[in-house]
């Protein structure tokens, strides 16, 4: 049967305006945010609004949004809603987009060295200079995030300690190994505030700019 070129114009335009709906739900900062939560960790509607510091209506909305555009599935516990990215593949579109906004927008760099004051005070260290350097037993790999996103999934051999318990906690690390900090990737502070308080009880420190998802991208495992 052979089709009309009208009838393909439509079909075309069809096809673009269901690429949209992906684009048109991920257009607001706060879904944004919530999509970034969640490639850490599967979480329920009030511990993302905590998280995200929303009222838990409001970030109900955005998740019904996110959930319309098939980006992410719920599923009941109890009294409690929990939602997760609807696929790997979401995660990946979210790395994307921010780098493709890094390399074209240089009000990036400009936010990013906003938020992250320490950006350059502290040693950075490669993902292969890292192996190399646990294999030697020469550091210890700190994930500073919260516990629920460890438990999802974190890098071999570390060692979780949230940021908001390693201040009580300082006497669990070495006092003779470098630490290396992480956190959910180059756009988070929790790795920087670390290292500032271990510097400060004066351990050698270094970060990993790489999150869960960026490790995982790179081609290593969890």
Request: net charge negative; proline share 5%.
């Given at each position: 049967?052979?089709?009309?070129?009208?009838?393909?114009?439509?079909?075309?335009?069809?096809?673009?305006?269901?690429?949209?709906?992906?684009?048109?739900?991920?257009?607001?900062?706060?879904?944004?945010?919530?999509?970034?939560?969640?490639?850490?960790?599967?979480?329920?509607?009030?511990?993302?609004?905590?998280?995200?510091?929303?009222?838990?209506?409001?970030?109900?909305?955005?998740?019904?949004r996110l959930?319309?555009?098939?980006?992410?599935?719920?599923?009941?516990?109890?009294?409690?809603?929990?939602?997760?990215?609807?696929?790997?593949?979401?995660?990946?579109?979210?790395?994307?987009?921010?780098?493709?906004a890094a390399?074209?927008?240089?009000?990036?760099?400009?936010?990013?060295?906003?938020?992250?004051?320490q950006l350059?005070?502290?040693?950075?260290?490669?993902?292969?200079?890292?192996?190399?350097?646990?294999?030697?037993?020469?550091?210890?790999?700190?994930?500073?995030?919260?516990?629920?996103?460890?438990?999802?999934?974190?890098?071999?051999?570390?060692?979780?300690?949230?940021?908001?318990?390693?201040?009580?906690?300082?006497?669990?690390?070495?006092?003779?190994?470098?630490?290396?900090?992480?956190?959910?990737?180059?756009?988070?502070?929790?790795?920087?505030?670390?290292?500032?308080?271990?510097?400060?009880?004066?351990?050698?420190?270094?970060?990993?700019?790489?999150?869960?998802?960026?490790?995982?991208?790179?081609?290593?495992?969890?």
């Amino acid at each position: 049967m052979t089709i009309s070129t009208n009838d393909k114009r439509w079909h075309k335009e069809q096809l673009y305006s269901l690429f949209s709906q992906i684009a048109n739900a991920m257009a607001n900062p706060h879904r944004l945010e919530l999509m970034d939560l969640l490639a850490q960790a599967p979480r329920t509607v009030e511990a993302l609004a905590n998280e995200a510091q929303m009222s838990v209506a409001n970030t109900s909305q955005h998740l019904q949004r996110l959930k319309q555009a098939r980006l992410v599935l719920d599923e009941r516990e109890g009294v409690y809603i929990r939602y997760r990215l609807a696929a790997p593949s979401v995660a990946g579109l979210w790395l994307n987009l921010r780098e493709v906004a890094a390399g074209q927008l240089a009000e990036v760099e400009q936010a990013l060295n906003a938020y992250r004051s320490q950006l350059h005070e502290f040693e950075q260290i490669s993902a292969d200079v890292l192996l190399t350097r646990l294999r030697q037993n020469e550091v210890v790999l700190l994930d500073v995030r919260p516990t629920v996103e460890y438990e999802a999934g974190h890098l071999p051999e570390a060692v979780s300690i949230p940021i908001d318990e390693l201040e009580h906690r300082l006497a669990e690390l070495p006092p003779d190994k470098t630490i290396v900090a992480y956190c959910r990737g180059p756009y988070c502070v929790y790795a920087d505030e670390a290292m500032e308080l271990l510097a400060a009880q004066g351990w050698p420190v270094a970060r990993l700019e790489e999150g869960v998802w960026e490790w995982q991208q790179a081609g290593y495992a969890l």
